[in-house]
Nanobody, 124 residues
Framework: QVQLVESGGGSVQAGGSLRLSCAAS????????MGWFRQAPGKEREGVAS???????SYADSVKGRFTISQDNAKNTLYLQMNSLKPEDTAMYYC??????????????????WGQGTQVTVSS
């Protein structure tokens, strides 16, 4: 059974940094593409960053240059380093795995597995 467990969320002031982690189990981690998504109250879930098994990445325009997705295959863990955080980054952040086409994707409907989420709150 595939399990994804996020951690690292919290409350920070604008300009601060956080690093999210997603511990994966139940499948061959390195063969899957992975992604980070977020959802703010009253808004649709949006793709933030994605990485595939070849290491290719994709980022939402709103986070380019500020967020970095990475993975440690030995630890079966996905990361999202978030710098220069803004109040508009406030959301529940979710880890996702196994995008249907195998390439890095920011479309939530292409993913099969989801974590429970971790809250990120950025104050001005």
């Amino acid at each position: 059974q595939v399990q994804l467990v996020e951690s690292g969320g919290g409350s920070v002031q604008a300009g601060g940094s956080l690093r999210l982690s997603c511990a994966a189990s139940g499948y061959t981690y390195s063969s899957y593409c992975m992604g980070w998504f977020r959802q703010a109250p009253g808004k649709e879930r949006e793709g933030v960053a994605s990485i595939d098994s070849d290491g290719s990445t994709s980022y939402a325009d709103s986070v380019k240059g500020r967020f970095t997705i990475s993975q440690d295959n030995a630890k079966n863990t996905l990361y999202l380093q978030m710098n220069s955080l803004k109040p508009e980054d406030t959301a529940m952040y979710y880890c996702a795995a196994d995008c249907v086409y195998g390439s890095a994707s920011l479309f939530f409907y292409e993913y099969s597995y989801w974590g429970q989420g971790t809250q990120v709150t950025v104050s001005s």
